[in-house]
């Protein structure tokens, strides 16, 4: 082999720092060492792989490649590094899953909860994001199984429907408010929401940016059953899952209001960069979410 991984690593570090002087810095050496280290990469190649700038170096269009290819060489070889440590404390695997908020908070505890408790030997690790950052992460390797909406380009990957996440308004028992509205209306409204970093949150921004307006926000709070609990004290009104609307609404005296937007009633799609190339632990967990949307959807 013409490299190694800390030719790949430092590589990147000067990719993405965009001087040798950053990519220094990062591995903890010295800048003559940086400079040979990519000088033996593109003599390796016979390519120059970077071109300078007024303020550093950016990659070249081959530099660009080769960096597309070392992240996912670097993300294997990390991974190899956590499953065989996983093997040396007595796990057999571990299971990288993405998915959105509401199917994190709603449905997948219990599910993840029924298989972890029949395979004590595996382990998951689970990270709410975007389906756009899903789709991403899944082409790069970087993921194992995610949860996707239809309006994500979902372009190369193997899908099977998942279970339906519907998206409501619940406001105060006494809101003007009554059965449906549209997004545009419920932006006049202060809100209630999620943390700014989770996915529903990032979703609605989003949303509103596309009309033109921004998000009201009042408060923030962490999970569903805060939210329901401030907007049945008339805090504002906040757009929760269906599910968690009429869960809460049992002991909460709050009222649901239909979302009119076509995107309040998604489509999900349970994503594989190719089913064949799961480890025999991710196999197992996708046919046991399979499992669960057959079961869901036969009730």
């Known amino acids: 082999m013409k490299f190694d991984l800390t030719d790949l690593r430092i590589f990147l570090s000067a990719v993405d720092g965009g001087s040798l002087t950053a990519a220094a810095a990062q591995n903890n050496i010295v800048v003559a060492a940086v400079s040979a280290r990519l000088k033996k990469l593109e003599e390796a ?3 120059p792989l970077f071109e300078r700038t007024g303020r550093g170096i950016r990659p070249t269009l081959a530099g660009d490649m080769l960096a597309r290819h070392a992240r996912q060489v670097l993300n294997s070889a990390q991974r190899i590094e956590v499953e065989l440590g996983n093997f040396a404390h007595g ?12 199917m994190l908070a709603e449905h997948l505890p219990a599910v993840m909860g029924r298989f972890l408790a029949t395979h ?3 382990s998951i690790s689970v990270a709410d994001k975007p389906s756009l950052e899903v789709v991403s992460l899944l082409r790069n390797g970087e993921a194992d199984i995610g949860i996707v909406a239809a309006s994500a380009d979902m372009t190369g990957l193997e899908r099977w ?3 339906p996440d519907k998206l409501v308004l619940v406001v ?12 545009s209306r419920v932006l006049n409204e202060r809100m209630i929401t999620l943390q700014q970093k989770v996915a529903l949150s990032q979703f609605l921004r989003r949303r509103a ?3 033109g307006r921004n998000v009201d926000i009042r408060m923030r709070m962490d ?12 805090a504002g009104v906040a757009v929760v899952p269906e599910s968690a609307a009429h869960r809460y609404r049992q002991f ?25 190339q799961l480890p025999h632990h991710g196999k197992k967990f996708l046919e046991h979410l399979l499992s669960y949307v057959n079961d869901v959807t036969s009730i």
């Open 252 to 276: 909460m005296d709050f009222r649901v209001v239909q979302i009119l937007d076509d995107w309040a009633d998604r489509e999900l799609y349970l994503c594989v960069r190719k089913q064949e």
């Open 172 to 183: 105060p028992s006494n809101h003007a408010l009554r059965d449906t509205t549209d997004f």
């Open 223 to 234: 999970g569903f059953e805060g939210i329901c609990a401030m907007v049945a004290n008339g």
């Open 161 to 163: 429907r998942f279970v």
């Open 45 to 47: 190649f016979n390519l």
């Open 120 to 122: 004590p030997d595996i």
């Open 91 to 102: 796990h057999s695997g571990s299971i990288r899953f993405l998915s959105n908020t509401n």
């Open 209 to 211: 940016v596309e009309l």
